[in-house]
T-cell receptor, first 115, second 111 residues
Framework: GAVVSQHPSRVICKSGTSVKIECRSL??????MFWYRQFPKQSLMLMAT???????TYEQGVEKDKFLINHASLTLSTLTVTSAHPEDSSFYIC???WGGGYGYTFGSGTRLTVV | DAKTTQPPSMDCAEGRAANLPCNHS???????VYWYRQIHSQGPQYIIH???NNETNEMASLIITEDRKSSTLILPHATLRDTAVYYC????????????FGSGTQLTVLP
């Protein structure tokens, strides 16, 4: 139980284009989802917290107009990287809480490469 | 949330027990200790969590000291597939707050 599906697993895009990453909770309702970013040889850094039906809360230094998060349903959150640049190349990971906040499940991650 | 301290790396022979330590000296009474691991280029995987009693599941055992200021994750019979970065995280459970990842311990299981 408590499975989170993240797609795509890998994406290569041209500089200046936008990329959407989806995160779905398959067997539970995810009121809260988190988006992380991980650069090579570094730990996961929280980008934003999204609650279903409300605006996401972004961490300091994360541009909300560049990383658009939508959490319109209890099973789907999306992260759109707008006007992507090579420095946005990273590993993006979503996570969702379940069991009233006692459990945390992660997606398999999306490797974004901007060329 | 309390900060944690872990050694940056450890080696373990295949088939032997891997004991990964974590210090969390500022942990408060309502904070749980969570362990996750991340195999290269994958999302983190839940291993185990506990409050003050020792816990065991099919993956590992968690030993928490009586004063709760440190804990040890034990993989009883490490395999090559257990090579990963292991993260010890302290969090008030039920709060639905984010998991904050430190630098973790890179465990390398050697053949």
């Amino acid at each position: 139980g408590a499975v989170v599906s993240q797609h795509p697993s890998r994406v290569i895009c041209k500089s200046g284009t936008s990329v959407k990453i989806e995160c779905r909770s398959l067997d539970f309702q995810a009121t809260t989802m988190f988006w992380y970013r991980q650069f090579p040889k570094q730990s996961l850094m929280l980008m934003a917290t999204s609650n279903e039906g409300s605006k996401a809360t972004y961490e300091q230094g994360v541009e909300k107009d560049k990383f658009l998060i939508n959490h319109a349903s209890l099973t789907l959150s999306t992260l759109t990287v707008t006007s992507a640049h090579p420095e946005d190349s990273s590993f993006y990971i979503c996570s969702a809480t379940w069991g009233g906040g006692y459990g945390y499940t992660f997606g398999s991650g999306t490797r974004l490469t901007v060329v | 949330d309390a900060k944690t301290t872990q050694p940056p790396s450890m080696d373990c022979a295949e088939g032997r027990a891997a004991n990964l330590p974590c210090n969390h000296s500022t942990i408060s009474g309502n904070e749980y200790v969570y362990w996750y691991r991340q195999i290269h280029s994958q999302g983190p995987q839940y291993i185990i969590h506990g409050l003050k009693n020792n816990e065991t599941n099919e993956m590992a055992s968690l030993i928490i000291t009586e004063d709760r200021k440190s804990s040890t994750l034990i993989l009883p019979h490490a395999t090559l597939r257990d090579t990963a970065v292991y993260y010890c995280i302290v969090l008030s459970s039920g709060s639905a707050r984010q998991l904050t990842f430190g630098s973790g311990t890179q465990l390398t299981v050697l053949p």
